[in-house]
């Protein structure tokens, strides 16, 4: 088995010269004065860092080593971290310590990725997916998600947070695995073991802002951030090539040290939508180019966006500009629709799709968007998104459940708690087994009891704020604050961290057990029969019918011309229609004989899926 050492070089942070000495640069043009302070002795030895051209200071010292711990002083006043600091070993306000990248001998060299229409993803948060709560707990239970079927572990965002429990978007060092989750030699012997059993790793990035606690960026560097637009956390970051170049490159540095550094398959970047970059090429085309020619050059790598704009452009290859493209993007429109159908939900965005449901969700399964510009209710009269029909179905990643939809429910509660069995049933079948690439979210395959609430760790008042923001998110429930603090898990507490840990213990009981059997079945079917037929293939190749206002009936055109065939009836009433009866069975809810003893009537929730082959 070949080895690998892989370090990302990168203009800012720490270097490790081969004589042993170490490089420090800090890119702080709004500070006057600058000190590298070592810390581990007493007292701290303090060196003045040399100004450089473009608001830079530098310092290349002996005195430092791998292990060194260190932070910067600004103007004889401030301690800060290391912004692009490989490790903070005492949380986020604490030093920055030296990391020897190239420490690390990868075994997993002979690696050369998967396509992307084999992604099969499954999203799970670090802290909580195993009791552990690390990234070794994660590496334990890698043969597990082998064997569901799953191809791409999805790992909530890892850069350092405040605190111990975070879900990982209040991250404020974009380089640094937070230490509660382990090393970073930890993170990369989960990522090379991943790739020793054939699964794909992915990183969740956050671009669009920065959390509230622990970023001292605005102190020395506020060309970083620029008033002109809002976002729900803040000041948005400053994109503007001519204003803030290096904050530019910031991002994408951290981008593309993710890709090399710890060989992650992919990246999904985090609501892009609040990312502000009128330039051209913008930022995400410029860190999607970035990274293709890069990390990306001679093996897969893999980006997805979340983007509540459903901007298509973004996810086509243009032959112009041939590396400035996302391979998919979460798509909202998918859960939504199928929420409605499966709660009669429609408060908030559910508002958008409780006319005509079951168009909406033809559209999703045939073209990608349910909105391709047409006019949102929920966002006020405006217009979302753009037509999309001529992108790949792989441009669009189906769900049924992820952090954020059940997290910013006020109980955290997953789907299953919220339909009947018989109608989740139907619903997972079509997520598992449409082409467009599925994902699940950590125990879902097992219906998991256990909740999953927004969590955190931050300073008192800050925390306290946090939780009073929680309350009034919820006025709907018209609890009282004392019975809403009863009732629900505040951010803060600890019993809303422990209520997420995964309940493994479930996964031997029943109905769990039925349920993670299904979600395998499942699984072997789409690896079989649908995915070495998806590649490529476009809304142009897809069409759906309505069969009743709970029903339709879906073909897709598939790369060797056999045709995939779904009719579903996602209600509570039978629906006469024509259902294909002659056609191989691949799929069906309901047993076979059952079908076959009735004459075009759908039962309720009742899903089929047939595999018609191209006969010459």
């Known amino acids: ?106 075994q997993d060299n002979d690696w050369t990725g998967r396509p992307w229409e084999d992604a099969v993803f499954y999203e799970l948060h670090v802290g909580t997916f195993s009791e552990e709560g690390t990234f070794a707990g994660v590496k334990k239970r890698l043969d597990y998600l082998v064997d569901l079927g799953i191809t791409a572990v999805q790992l909530m965002p890892v850069a350092d947070f405040s605190g111990q429990r975070n879900w990982g978007y209040d991250g404020v060092l974009p380089f640094a695995p937070d230490s509660s989750y382990g090393t970073a030699d930890e993170l990369k012997d989960l990522i090379a073991t991943a790739h020793l059993k054939g699964l794909m790793v992915f990183n969740d990035v956050v671009y669009s802002h920065f959390g509230p606690e622990g970023n001292y960026l605005h102190l020395y560097a506020p060309a970083f951030f620029t008033d002109r637009f809002q976002t729900p956390w803040g000041n948005t970051v400053n994109f503007d090539p001519e204003q803030s170049y290096w904050g530019r490159q910031f991002f994408i540095h951290n981008a593309l040290y993710w890709l090399e550094e710890y060989h992650f398959d992919g990246l999904r970047l985090d609501a892009v939508h609040a990312i502000f970059d009128d330039s051209s090429p913008d930022i995400l085309e410029e860190l999607a180019e970035a990274a293709r020619l890069g990390p990306g050059y001679d093996r897969p790598v893999h980006l997805v966006l979340e983007n509540d704009n459903n901007t298509a452009h973004y996810l086509r290859l243009n032959p112009l500009s041939p590396y400035r493209y996302f391979n998919a993007q979460w798509n909202d429109d998918f859960h939504h629709v199928l929420h409605v159908l499966l709660t009669g939900e429609t408060a908030g965005y559910y508002q958008d799709y409780k006319q005509q449901p079951i168009s909406h969700l033809g559209r999703c399964l045939t073209e990608g968007f349910a909105y391709q510009g047409e006019v949102s209710e929920y966002r006020d009269g405006k217009q979302r998104g753009e037509p999309c029909s001529d992108l790949p179905l792989s441009a669009f990643i189906s769900f049924l459940q992820n952090h954020d939809q059940i997290g910013n429910r006020a109980s955290g509660e997953r789907i299953s708690a919220l339909c009947a069995p018989e109608a989740l049933h139907a619903v997972t079948a079509i997520l598992l087994l449409a082409p467009s690439p599925p994902l699940l979210f950590m125990g879902q395959e097992w219906a998991c009891s256990q909740p999953f609430t927004y969590f955190v760790d931050f300073p008192e008042e800050l925390g306290n704020q946090v939780n009073q923001a929680r309350l009034h998110e919820f006025p709907k429930l018209k609890f009282t604050d004392t019975e809403l603090q009863n009732d629900l898990l505040l951010p803060t507490s600890i019993q809303a961290f422990q209520a997420a840990k995964l309940a493994w213990d479930e996964l031997n009981q029943e109905p769990h057990h039925q349920w993670l059997e299904y979600h395998q079945k499942l699984l072997q079917i789409r690896s079989r029969y649908i995915i070495p037929r998806i590649k490529d293939i476009t809304g142009k190749q897809a069409h759906y019918r309505l069969l009743s206002d709970k029903a339709l009936s879906v073909q897709w055109r598939l790369n060797d011309d056999s045709t995939l065939i779904l009719v579903a009836n996602l209600g509570g009433e039978p629906v006469s229609a024509d259902y294909f009866s002659n056609r191989e069975l691949l799929f069906a809810s309901h047993s076979k004989a059952d079908i076959n003893s009735r004459y075009n009537r759908l039962n309720p929730w009742e899903v089929i899926f047939y595999l018609e082959e191209f006969r010459k």
């Open 1 to 106: 088995m070949s080895t690998a050492h892989r370090c990302h070089s990168m203009p800012f942070g720490t270097h490790i010269l081969d004589d042993g000495r170490v490089n420090f640069r800090l890119w702080a043009p709004g500070a006057d004065k600058v000190e590298l302070c070592l810390q581990g002795n007493a007292p701290e030895f303090k060196l003045l860092m040399a100004a450089e051209a473009d608001g830079w200071y530098g310092i290349t010292t002996e005195h430092a080593g791998i292990g060194t711990y260190y932070q910067y002083r600004i103007d004889d006043k401030r301690y800060v971290p290391d912004p692009a600091s490989r490790y903070q070993p005492e949380d986020v306000n604490g030093p920055s310590q030296v990391i020897d990248p190239e420490g690390w001998q990868w």
